[in-house]
């Protein structure tokens, strides 16, 4: 079982930045894939960014550029520097754990953390 806390978000003006972290306990840290999903208003959860144990990153085409994902092995942690807010980035972002064993592949999830990006 793997336990993840979020934190970091907030309301910001658009153009503003936030940077989300996630504290991850219950496994070995440096084996797990990290994810970050958000889910706006009314819309679907969708994958944002992630990034596996050997430190391959990977974004949506829709955050490309303005998103960056990095983990700290040492200290269980990832986050989620996010660049030139957009009103459309107000979301509940949501980190996760990939895992591997036994042949297959388990998610865990945070409770969220919010963003809102207005002026």
């Known amino acids: 079982q793997v336990h993840l806390v979020e934190s970091g978000g907030g309301l910001v003006q658009p153009g503003g930045s936030l940077r989300l972290s996630c504290a991850a306990s219950?496994?070995?840290?440096?084996?797990?894939?990290m994810v970050w999903h958000r889910q706006a208003p009314g819309k679907q959860r969708e994958w944002v960014a992630d990034?596996?144990?050997?430190?391959?990153?990977h974004y949506a085409d829709s955050v490309k550029g303005r998103f960056t994902i990095s983990r700290d092995n040492a200290k269980s942690t990832v986050s989620l520097q996010i660049n030139s807010l957009k009103p459309e980035d107000t979301a509940v972002y949501y980190c996760?754990?990939?895992?591997?064993?036994?042949?297959?592949?388990?998610?865990?999830w945070g409770q969220g953390t919010q963003v809102t990006v207005s002026s």
């Open positions: 996760g754990a990939v895992t591997y064993g036994s042949g297959r592949s388990t998610a865990y």
């Open positions: 219950g496994n070995r840290f440096s084996d797990n894939k």
């Open positions: 990034i596996t144990s050997g430190g391959n990153t």
